[in-house]
């Protein structure tokens, strides 16, 4: 059985700048991070449910209550989801351009100026990094992904001790790559701020009656080329690998859209960025249906035309599909698209179509929601959503949690459905979590540990590992929790 290989890191207080507020006092970002080797798909479906995020095979956790701009898991249940109207906008102008070839010139071509959001909202805050914020926190988290990647990137794990983690995964899950168009309804599977932040108001759109097939009906209608001056769409869902087509979209798209020196856009950083990861690829098995590609990281790639506009970024884990990055081809006729909010509805199409196989593989996480952030309360606007509460691990409704958020950016969303009502629910003192001092070694003693090629019961070498390394484990024990991190061998070197 595949097993997760996690390397502990020393924890580091220092606070980096924010890529949301800008930090303008300094910096003021504060989060934990450990370097993943390896992950199985349902490690890391815990992690991101207790508020984890990766960048590469680099996972980390903000200190939501230490942290300027606290950041909350979000997700949508997609088969309750219907698109709003400023949605369906969109669609349409995809069905437009596309089918009809009405709009903005060619992919590549042509000096119009960019389409504006036509006042939806949730449409121009939508298409700056949707699924990671700012790109400044994107950078800062690269930043400290390259520094644990220097400690750790380069430790080799021994081949017989951790076999079962590797194995020929990713090229099984290769074989199984599948067009995102043609996944479709398959046979049953046997697998199971200080201060109130401006709120997006719900469009009218969005209160209708949810209706999944609405979603597909709309998309499947706006992807046809239906008149002789339309275009040509080609979606593919491939398992992440390095092209140079898409690390030349990936230079354009950074240097452009967030004014990137090109001399700090690289091979390097973006292999480590978005093509490497710590999942371990669970390919198609006999039991599931053909248009299943298999679990772990991939590529959707979007071409128009033939050629290569947008790539989304995404996991496919056991209870969601979760976006990691977007990034597109910053030329007017693709902006004027709003590839932001179509690329994610047709993610959530990809979940829906997948759930029809696999019932608990239900939702899409967003990545986090901060609310003291103008520019990230759009997600939001996709319903019906819900936080994850970063004490309890519950999920509220969002609408619930904004309550509690516009008094203070600091809450306690379980509170919001009664729970522990002699405590705040909002504030430096609302969420409590553990401290690290708390944790007695004899709770540590039976995680397993990776040292030089051979596996220790941390008991009987707890003398080997040192003391910065020891604290990084028992923040980790608090951060991950301990029935999570039983499971997961600790790589100490």
């Known amino acids: ?157 021994d081949g017989g001790v951790a076999a079962g983690a590797g194995g020929g995964g990713r090229a099984a899950a290769a074989e199984n790559s599948v067009a995102a168009a043609s996944v479709g309804p398959p046979a049953a599977a046997k697998r199971p701020a200080a201060g109130k932040t401006p709120w997006v108001k719900p469009d009218k759109g969005a209160s209708r009656k949810p209706s999944g097939p609405d979603l597909a009906q709309l998309i499947d209608e706006a992807e046809k080329t239906t008149k002789p001056g339309g275009h040509r769409l080609e979606v593919k869902l491939v398992p992440a690998a390095f092209e140079e087509e898409t690390y ?131 997600k939001a606007q996709f319903r019906p959503s819900e936080l994850a509460c970063r004490e309890t691990f519950k999920w509220v409704s969002v609408d619930k949690c904004v309550t509690l958020l516009d008094q203070h950016k600091i809450a306690r969303f379980s509170a919001a459905e009664g729970g522990d009502q002699g405590r705040p629910a909002v504030g430096p003192n609302a969420i409590a979590l553990r401290n690290t001092a708390n944790v007695s070694p004899a709770e540590l003693q039976s995680l397993t540990c990776y040292i030089k090629g051979r596996l220790y019961l941390l008991k009987d070498c707890a003398r080997r590992i040192p003391r910065a390394k020891f604290e990084g484990i028992k923040e980790l024990f608090v951060l991950m929790g301990s029935d999570l991190l039983s499971n997961i061998i600790l790589v100490i070197e």
Not at 290 to 314: C, E, M, N, T
């Open 248 to 378: 030349a979209l990936f230079e354009r798209y950074q240097t452009v859209i967030h004014k990137e020196p090109p001399s700090k856009v690289t091979q390097k950083g973006f292999k480590g960025f978005l093509v490497d990861t710590p999942l371990l690829a669970e390919p198609r098995s006999t039991t599931d249906p053909p248009s299943f590609p298999g679990y772990g990281s991939f590529h959707q790639k979007y071409y128009i035309d033939g050629r290569l506009a947008i790539v989304a970024v995404i996991d496919i884990l056991p209870s969601c599909v979760s976006s990691v990055y977007l990034m597109y081809d910053p030329v007017p006729e693709v902006l004027h698209l709003s590839p932001g909010v179509y690329s994610a509805l047709r993610e959530i199409r990809l979940t829906q179509d997948l759930a029809r196989a696999l019932p608990s593989l239900k939702y899409y996480y967003m990545g986090y929601y901060i609310h003291s952030c103008p520019k990230m309360v759009y």
């Open 1 to 157: 059985m595949s097993k997760s290989f996690i390397m502990p890191l020393p924890p580091d207080p220092t606070p980096s700048r924010c890529g949301y507020c800008g930090s303008p006092s300094g910096p003021s970002s504060i989060s934990t991070g450990t370097w993943a080797h390896h992950l199985t798909v349902h490690d890391y479906q815990t992690m991101i449910d207790r508020g984890w995020r990766r960048s590469g095979q680099y996972c980390y956790i903000p200190d939501v209550r230490s942290t300027c701009c606290p950041a909350y898991t979000i997700r949508l249940d997609v088969q309750a989801f219907a698109p709003s109207r400023g949605q369906r906008r969109v669609v349409r102008r995809w069905k437009a351009w596309i089918g009809e070839g009405r709009g903005r010139g060619g992919v590549g071509g042509g000096n119009e100026v960019a389409g504006d959001a036509e006042g939806e909202g949730v449409d121009g805050s939508m298409e700056v990094d949707r699924a990671g914020g700012a790109v400044e926190e994107d950078i800062a988290v690269r930043e400290m992904a390259e520094a644990a990647a220097a400690e750790g990137g380069g430790i080799v794990l």
